[in-house]
């Protein structure tokens, strides 16, 4: 556990994007690097807390693994609703949180949110199915609706406290649906309406105990699974019949 | 008490769980049906990803059959002979349906098709179902009344490879039982379901069986389709959840075994027509669904991991 930790801190890189001259440092850690879902998961939350070394704003962003999505729009086909349409989308998180001090508007200029991705509304996704670019951006939004209902981007920014000028500290709250996979936490160090420094430090979503070892089984010798399974079905239902032999 | 589900990757309450097993499994003992055109659609309902709940309830089928299966046994209730022949179609049918099913996924149509086999085929069994129960029922109020001639003789009786199913006093061709194994198979694997509701009607209409035969030998076939269907979910798609399996099982074992008992107090005819409006319900229902203008008219397919 010890050596995982330390793995972690290391892969935890400081950048300083731009002003130059100027150390403009953050420093932030999670509460744990790491939530397990168990078989009692019913969401978590992590508290992410750090410091700056002049006063200024701090945006916290929450990115979970990128993967392909697909998207269909239903319409109406001789009386019935049907899947009509689809487009597919490249680098989709597949979470997304973010937080700041202060709303969101008042802290970033348009171009560093769009730059540094923050905010829903700055998402690039690579379009990969041949559709007008107009068309394209319907979707897009379409996507961003049905993944904030489904609680895995957040609807709106959390809130981060300061406790003086330097310390500052928030919490994200993770539902029980959330997917698996190493997300990213990046902290943004904002002043005049500029990004002036930046942290980003992993945070591992994991199956563990039971749950994950059947999970592995499943996937990675999945034909003996379905027989065990099969079995265990079988013996079930037999033992379940023996209660009531002599009925 | 929430359970998560490893393959399913949520959490849902145990009770709902064995709550929704034990009812579901009462209705397949007394129907002889496994179960499963209730079981997916409530699944999905309380947030389990299709996919999973289709292979699930397969996987929960298997159990749930086996102990229907015995309770008929003992009753001496089970046409082995024809369960067998049933099934020779119904593996070879399964296939073709998984194959089926791959292609109409890829086109993002899968749930569609789902919903129209739903609507058409529940819609024409319950009917008919329904109107010949009311009938049967009505000629037995009045006694006096023209009995139905034991079988009528169409092209089917024409077929070749006779064969005598002494349990079920029928001399039929072996083609009838196989090929309707395979429409059912198809179906059943498309529909993700053991395909009970579809077998029973035909093999009461199409067959000639005696009712009384007919649950048990159902059931026999279904284990071995739903099996099948299991192994194939498993190896290509790693949709089946064993756990949740499980739990769906343990309250259904036990409502199936008060169904069969319950349903053994039922006259055919009674059971019968009870079996048509519960499909005609369901098929009223789906066909609803397509209608209306869905809440969400954009929707993120469950992806198969894998």
Partial sequence: ?247 | MDVYLPIAEVSLDIFVLLGLGAAVGFLSGVFGVGGGFLLTPLLILIGVPAPVAVASSANQLVGASVSGVLAHWRRGHVDFKMGFTLLVGGIAGSFLGIWLFTIFARLGQIELVISLCYVVLLGVLGFMMGIESVHAMLRRRRPGAARRKLHRHTWLHGLPLKTRFRKSQLYISALLPIGLGFCVGVLSAVMGIGGGFLMIPAMIYMLGMPTTMVPGTSLLQIIFVAANVTLLQAYTNHTVDAVLALLLLVGGVIGAQFGTRFGTRLRGEQLRFLLAVIVLAVAAQLAHDLTIKPKELFAIPTDMRG
């Fill in chain 1, 1 to 247: 556990m010890r050596n995982a930790r330390l793995l972690l801190s290391a892969l935890a890189l400081v950048v300083s994007p731009s002003s130059p001259g100027i150390a403009d440092t953050v420093t932030a850690d999670l509460s744990s690097h790491s939530i397990a879902i168990t078989t009692g998961f019913t969401g978590a939350s992590v508290v992410l807390f750090g410091a700056i070394d002049q006063p200024g704003d701090v945006v916290a962003v929450v990115r979970g693994p990128e993967r392909d999505v697909t998207i269909w729009r239903k319409a109406k086909i001789a009386g019935i609703w049907a899947n009509a349409e689809a487009v597919t989308f490249g680098n989709v998180p597949s979470f997304y949180a973010v937080a700041a001090n202060r709303p969101l508007d008042d802290i970033v200029s348009p171009a560093a949110a769009a730059l540094y991705k923050i905010g829903v509304g700055n998402f690039k996704f690579e379009v990969k199915s041949p559709v007008a670019p107009e068309r394209a951006q319907f979707f897009a939004d379409a996507l961003i609706a049905v993944q904030k209902r489904a609680g895995v981007f957040s609807p709106s920014h959390g809130k981060i406290a300061f406790l003086g000028d330097r310390l500052f500290r928030t919490t994200f709250t993770f539902p029980a649906n959330i997917p698996t996979g190493v997300y990213q936490v990046e902290v943004f160090y904002v002043r005049d309406k500029d990004v002036v420094g930046a942290q980003t430090t992993p945070l591992i979503v994991s199956k563990v105990g039971v749950d994950a070892a059947v999970f592995e089984f499943a996937h990675r010798r999945s034909l003996a699974y379905g027989a065990i399974a099969v079995v265990m079905a079988v013996m079930a239902g037999w033992l379940a019949s023996l209660p009531f032999r002599n009925a």
